[in-house]
């Protein structure tokens, strides 16, 4: 299935079955500014309608030596203050462009397939925000990171900071990296638990090595993969008692799903025969997904 979504600033293909590839294209360094970040959630939230059955996502970009260089300061949202002349009013208007930028940079998170950032070369400011809301992130040894929003003058705002004590193992090398904005390399990632793999080279090589993982993952039964996400989501934001809870109930419906017997026929097979396993319907929305970011192209 092809979309005919016209998209500025997103390359979208389908390299594998079952695989959506979205490439980062605004040149000349993939800064955002609003058009672009509400495009970025419209694609996630509309990837089953407008891609058909994707299963897994890579998130990348097109440049060779850039991620993505963050906010595009010439974009950035700042009140009318001839608008209002109440502060209060001027705080409201500001406080809920932010939360729209932040539920835009959730988008993968709503998602219902996983999604796998596959990060190189420059990786600053928003684009940490970008890769801690995807559920996987591999880096190429060429990646530099930083957290760049102190040098600036204000607090990372869309996500970093949430998601950080979550996706990392190290909440003393966290703030330092926070508190100075020093750029840090792919191993140093590595050792914040940030990312999960180094793969030496660039841009072409973590591509490849993403996707190779993104197929082996649409092998599983798509109901496993879609309810394991959710799972893990609500875990994270949950007591270990209100998970469990919480996955019976679920579990309770998924585990009656004809993937099971057709993974375990498979399994005895010892691999020389891949599973078919039919696609989720359409139409299907994670609960995370009441968000006003969500654009219609």
């Given at each position: 299935m092809t979309s005919t979504v016209n998209l500025a600033y997103l390359k979208v293909t389908k390299p594998r079955p079952f695989v959506a590839h979205i490439q980062m294209a605004r040149e000349p360094v993939n800064t955002f500014n609003s058009e672009f970040w509400k495009e970025y959630a419209a694609v996630f939230d509309n990837m089953r309608e407008w891609y058909g059955d994707v299963r897994v996502v890579v998130l990348s970009s097109t440049l060779p030596k850039i991620?993505?260089?963050?906010?595009?300061?010439?974009?950035?949202?700042?009140?009318?203050?001839?608008?209002?002349?109440d502060p209060a009013r001027t705080a409201l208007a500001l406080r809920e462009h932010v939360l729209s930028?932040?539920?835009?940079?959730?988008?993968?998170?709503?998602?219902?397939?996983?999604?796998?950032?596959a990060i190189h070369g420059t990786t600053y400011?928003?684009?940490?925000?970008?890769?801690?809301?995807?559920?996987?992130?591999?880096?190429?040894?060429?990646?530099?990171?930083?957290?760049?929003?102190?040098?600036?003058?204000?607090?990372?705002?869309?996500?970093?900071?949430?998601?950080?004590?979550?996706?990392?193992?190290?909440?003393?090398l966290a703030a330092e990296f926070t508190y100075t904005a020093r750029p840090f390399s792919a191993e140093e990632a590595l050792g914040l638990g940030l990312v999960s793999r180094i793969v030496q080279g660039g841009r072409d090589q973590v591509v490849e090595e993403a996707l190779g993982l993104a197929e082996e993952i649409t092998r599983k039964s798509p109901v496993a993969i879609m309810s394991a996400k959710r799972l893990l989501m609500h875990a994270r934001d949950h007591s270990v008692s209100e998970n469990l809870d919480y996955t019976a109930a679920w579990n309770a419906s998924m585990l009656q799903t004809a993937d099971i017997p057709e993974a375990v026929r498979v399994t005895k097979a010892r691999g020389h025969e891949l599973a078919k396993f039919?696609?989720?319907?359409?139409?299907?929305?994670?609960?995370?997904?009441?968000?006003?970011?969500?654009?219609k192209l």
């Open positions: 991620f993505s260089a963050g906010i595009d300061f010439g974009d950035l949202f700042i009140p009318d203050k001839s608008s209002f002349t930028f932040q539920a835009a940079i959730s988008a993968p998170e709503r998602c219902l397939a996983p999604v796998i950032a400011g928003l684009a940490v925000d970008i890769v801690t809301a995807c559920d996987i992130r591999y880096a190429a040894s060429d990646t530099r990171f930083s957290i760049k929003e102190v040098d600036v003058g204000l607090a990372p705002d869309i996500g970093t900071l949430a998601r950080l004590p979550h996706v990392t193992s190290n909440a003393s039919e696609p989720l319907p359409k139409g299907l929305k994670s609960p995370r997904s009441k968000s006003d970011a969500k654009a």
